[in-house]
């Protein structure tokens, strides 16, 4: 299986901060990498796919880079509704597999 | 656009069968994939598999002797079993579909809580 490490685990940040979650893959995996945001209770939103490909509606202050193995999300200026749960998950090798995730709260 | 909703026992014996559906409305489930994932309280997410519309199927490795997910067309649904589940299989059970060629998962269900105990 491919191994997605995830970090940080947890992060606390301030409205309008500039954050930035990576993910690293055991092995390469193309741009078959998404990020998720999961809110208390609810199922996880798909926000960026292929590695860099924001999903229509998601605000454009998310964004998503790689090199090589490692690929990153960023929030450029965090918003209230941002603090939540981010997942990373690579979809190049089946099973598809995810990072362990990081807790984005209020500092 | 399609939206999920799962249905199923919340409880499951030890040793029995777990088993949900998941009811696809706002379109038809004869294109993408349909796929199952869980979240045990409090941890992270593990991609239990998917079914195409033909009933072909990929199941992770480690669930693959316990794991059967089905499709019916003309009910728009599709279905997931679990065997001898044991309290390791507690979780929030999540029905997603798979639509683009990344393999995203481009939306999910609202996840029900499935809790293995005698």
């Known amino acids: 299986d491919i191994h997605m490490t995830q970090s940080p685990s947890s992060l606390s940040a301030s409205v309008g901060d500039r954050v930035t979650i990576t993910c690293r893959a055991s092995q390469s995996i193309s741009t078959y990498l998404s990020w998720y945001q999961q809110k208390p209770g609810k199922a996880p939103k798909l926000l960026i796919y292929?590695?860099?490909s924001l999903l229509s509606g998601v605000p454009s202050r998310f964004s998503g880079s790689t090199s090589g193995i490692e690929f990153t999300l960023t929030i450029s200026s965090l918003q209230a509704e941002d603090f939540a749960s981010y997942f990373c998950?690579?979809?190049?090798?089946?099973?598809?597999?995810f990072g362990q995730g990081t807790k984005l709260d209020i500092k | 656009q399609v939206q999920l909703q799962e249905s199923g026992p919340g409880l499951a014996k030890p040793s029995e069968t777990l088993s949900l559906t998941c009811t696809v409305s706002?379109?038809?489930?004869?294109?993408?994939?349909w796929s199952w994932i869980r979240q045990p309280p409090g941890k992270g997410l593990e991609w239990i598999g998917y079914?195409?519309?033909?009933?072909?199927?990929y199941y992770n490795p480690s669930l693959k002797s316990r794991v059967t997910i089905s499709v019916d067309t003309s009910k728009n649904q599709f279905s997931l079993k679990l065997t001898s589940v044991t309290a390791a299989d507690t979780a929030v059970y999540y029905c997603?579909?798979?639509?683009?060629?990344?393999?995203?998962?481009?939306?999910w269900g609202q996840g029900t809580l499935v809790t293995v105990s005698s």
């Open positions: 079914v195409f519309y033909s009933g072909s199927t």
């Open positions: 997603a579909v798979i639509k683009d060629g990344y393999n995203s998962v481009d939306q």
């Open positions: 706002g379109g038809s489930i004869s294109t993408y994939y």
């Open positions: 292929a590695a860099s």
């Open positions: 998950q690579q979809s190049y090798t089946i099973p598809y597999t």
